[in-house]
């Protein structure tokens, strides 16, 4: 069942969801009441490369992948980066697609919900 965004959110509008493994996805996160969010990862111990994403749903059932493209971002280097939303799907999750080489770790999943 997905966690609402406002009612896990801080006063910032921050939910900090923690880690994923690769292959895997992160809970799901109910936007109702945000029109856009933006979604922190931090990577370390990387090999090669990570590929990641963000996943869309109007119904927490069928998924999507958020990008226009359908394509998932590759990652090549250690640090802290996002994704940014905007639009009307009600919910949003990080996906790990995959890794190449290394170790990797990615951690301090954090939404930051936009109100409307």
Known sequence: ????????ADSNNIYNQGAVTVGNRAEEIDMIGYNSAIIQYTITGIGTDITAGIEISN?????D???????????????TFAF????????????WVSATG??????GIIF?????
């Open 112 to 116: 930051f919900g936009g109100q409307i």
């Open 84 to 95: 940014s939303y905007s639009g009307s799907a009600r919910y949003l999750r990080f996906y």
């Open 102 to 107: 290394g170790s990797p770790t990615i951690t």
């Open 1 to 8: 069942m997905a966690k609402i965004l406002r009612n896990v």
């Open 59 to 63: 119904d927490a059932i069928g998924w």
């Open 65 to 79: 992948n958020a990008d226009v493209n359908g394509e998932w971002d590759t990652v090549t280097g250690n640090g």
